[in-house]
Each structure stands twice: as structure tokens, then as C-alpha cells.
T-cell receptor, first 113, second 113 residues
Framework: GDSVTQMEGPVTLSEEAFLTINCTYTATGYPSLFWYVQYPGEGLQLLLKATKADDKGSNKGFEATYRKETTSFHLEKGSVQVSDSAVYFC????????????FGPGTRLSVLP | EAGVTQSPTHLIKTRGQQATLRCSPISGHTSVYWYQQALGLGLQFLLWYDEGEERNRGNFPPRFSGRQFPNYSSELNVNALELEDSALYLCASSGGDSSNEQFFGPGTRLTVL
């Protein structure tokens, strides 16, 4: 079945450091790929998405590129802030409407001032 | 546009009792998903409802059940509560133009004593 693997962390960085959180997937067909963020005590918020190969999703300085050849969707940010401290989830949804998402285990990011 | 809403925010029950959690999707969305997020763990898919019918179910015992009403709101019922049912329960909805994207509510924190 479909699956998502991501580095589990925790990841601890200093403010303004470069961030990479790796995400790879296994899926049949051509899934859509997502990054969700969960701030402390809150639900999940969509951070960015990509629906086809070579698409780049971007939001709030975060970027991720859908790489079909390596089945990856790594999350990057050039300069993290303390306010980026959260748990980040990589996810995929199947090509058919309404299929439940498959989430990775989440990566906890702590950014120190 | 109102987002996904969930009630109650917090729920405290004792072992053996029943819990009922409620979710209202975004207007125009017909699919509702339920996830369990236990402390320190990722999201586990529970149930998917669409157009009033259960479409898919995760690997949970039958005491986890639910339903979707004609207005597309949904209830999650957990019978014979056990201590390990303590978790954050997240509801998400999808549909309309963003049919392959899930929008999450803030969650219900269930504590079983």
C-alpha cells in the first residue's frame, strides 16, 4: 500500500539556519503530495502542496519540489525563525477523489534564538 | 468562509464510558475524515464518510464508530472507553474545487481517566 517516510527528528536548529526535512513516498499512480504543519496545541494546517511531477509548492518561505524520479518531496527553508517551531507532516493523497490521506510520522522542529 | 469546527474542545471521561465527538465540515464539502493522534505519535486514520456513507475505515476496533448527517456534519462515537483512547481526535473535510486537499479542524482532546 501507499506509504510516506520522513525523518522523525527531533530537529533542533539555531535561528536563521537552513532547514531540510526529508520525505519519500511509495504510491501507485500519481499521488498529490502535501506538507502540513502543527503548531503546539493546534490542529494541522496545510503548508504547501504539489499535484504533479516537477511542481514546486511554496509558502511562508518554505519550498518543496515533487520529484517523481526519486519519489521525494523534501521540505526546505533558507532561514528558519523561532516561530517555525512545530511538527511537520508529509502526506500523500491518492489520485482518486476522496481517498484518505497517508501521513508520515511527523518531524518535530525546534528553533532556538 | 468558516473552517472545520469541532466540539467539544476538551472531553474528560472515565474508563468504560462512551464519548461523542462532533465535526462540522467546510460549507460545500461532502467528505469528512477522522484521525486519532495519540501523544507522541503520528496521525492514524480512523474513518472516512462521504455523502452520508462510510467509505473507508482504519485499523481500529468496532467500538469506534460514527455517522454522517444529511448536512454533512459528522459524529465519532467511542464506546467502552479505555485509557489508551486518550488522544487528540482530528476531523478534516474535503470536496468542492479542492477535492484532493483536506482541511483540518482544531481537534477534540479526549482524556480517559
Amino acid at each position: 500500500g501507499d506509504s510516506v517516510t520522513q525523518m522523525e527528528g527531533p530537529v533542533t536548529l539555531s535561528e536563521e539556519a537552513f532547514l531540510t526535512i526529508n520525505c519519500t513516498y511509495t504510491a501507485t499512480g500519481y499521488p498529490s503530495l502535501f506538507w502540513y504543519v502543527q503548531y503546539p496545541g493546534e490542529g494541522l494546517q496545510l503548508l504547501l502542496k504539489a499535484t504533479k511531477a516537477d511542481d514546486k509548492g511554496s509558502n511562508k518561505g518554505f519550498e518543496a519540489t515533487y520529484r517523481k524520479e526519486t519519489t521525494s518531496f523534501h521540505l526546505e527553508k533558507g532561514s528558519v525563525q523561532v516561530s517555525d517551531s512545530a511538527v511537520y507532516f508529509c502526506a500523500l493523497s491518492g489520485p482518486n477523489y476522496g481517498q484518505n490521506f497517508v501521513f508520515g510520522p511527523g518531524t518535530r522542529l525546534s528553533v532556538l534564538p | 468562509e468558516a473552517g472545520v469546527t469541532q466540539s467539544p474542545t476538551h472531553l474528560i471521561k472515565t474508563r468504560g464510558q462512551q464519548a461523542t465527538l462532533r465535526c462540522s465540515p467546510i460549507s460545500g464539502h461532502t467528505s469528512v475524515y477522522w484521525y486519532q493522534q495519540a501523544l507522541g505519535l503520528g496521525l492514524q486514520f480512523l474513518l472516512w464518510y462521504d455523502e452520508g456513507e462510510e467509505r473507508n475505515r482504519g485499523n481500529f476496533p468496532p467500538r469506534f464508530s460514527g455517522r454522517q448527517f444529511p448536512n454533512y456534519s459528522s459524529e465519532l462515537n467511542v464506546n467502552a472507553l479505555e485509557l489508551e483512547d486518550s488522544a487528540l481526535y482530528l476531523c478534516a473535510s474535503s470536496g468542492g474545487d479542492s477535492s484532493n486537499e483536506q482541511f483540518f479542524g482544531p481537534g477534540t482532546r479526549l482524556t480517559v481517566l
